[in-house]
């Protein structure tokens, strides 16, 4: 059965309402989605793209629907001023607006027919199948390879965050020390400082 027009333009509107969120680590749930964005929009719905190229170690995809396509421009403007905080740690994820082709239940334009036909060897076309078969395999090719590329980059980025999460704890424990022993208000005494005794 053909989608109608109407139906065709209810999908178009919920393709503006959506974001689609790309490096997302593969601890990200529906619920840590929901909480992140809660502060800025209603969430609509999330739906996760699984990642059918590579190991399932690599950042994964989200299209997350809002309640209205004016809210999309204010989330990619915050994802692209803030870190996006993913259990409280900073998350280089990326925000763009969703597109048709994101969603996999999209309905077919109204009035499009698609034609199928094998060729055969002598058909003027063949070698232009040929080359974009060939130019696929390539395709899939350099995708694995940028998949392992960014794999270690992640790696080596994760274990920065957590060596700077090291360091401000260990600072931090060391001022709640100070604070704690008063070793801060006896140094501000003798230096004839004024500390605030919080």
């Not at 990619?76 to 994820?93: D, E, H, K, T």
């Not at 925000?95 to 034609?115: G, L, N, S, T, Y």
């Not at 704690?180 to 140094?187: G, H, N, P, S």
């Amino acid at each position: 059965m053909e989608p109608s027009a109407e139906e065709y333009a209810a999908f178009e509107e919920k393709v503006k309402r959506t974001v689609y969120f790309d490096n997302l680590s593969p601890q990200v749930t529906e619920s840590v989605i929901r909480t992140a964005l809660d502060q800025f929009t209603a969430v609509k719905n999330v739906k996760f793209i699984p990642n059918y190229l590579g190991p399932s170690n690599l950042p994964q995809c989200a299209l997350v629907e809002l309640d209205s396509a004016k809210k999309v421009k204010e989330v990619r403007a915050m994802i692209g001023q803030y870190p996006f905080m993913m259990s409280g740690m900073p998350r280089p994820v990326r925000a763009r607006p969703a597109v048709a082709e994101m969603f996999d239940d999209r309905p077919v334009k109204p009035k499009r027919k698609m034609k199928c036909c094998w060729l055969e060897k002598n058909d003027p076309d063949f070698e232009v199948a040929r080359e974009l078969k060939n130019l696929t395999r390539k395709h899939a090719a350099e995708i694995a390879f940028m998949h392992k590329v960014h794999l270690k980059e992640e790696e080596k980025l994760a274990a920065q965050q957590a060596e700077t999460l090291k360091v401000h704890y260990k600072k931090f424990k060391l001022i709640e020390g100070i604070m704690t022993d008063r070793t801060a208000l006896t140094l501000a005494r003798k230096y004839n400082l004024a500390v605030a005794d919080e």
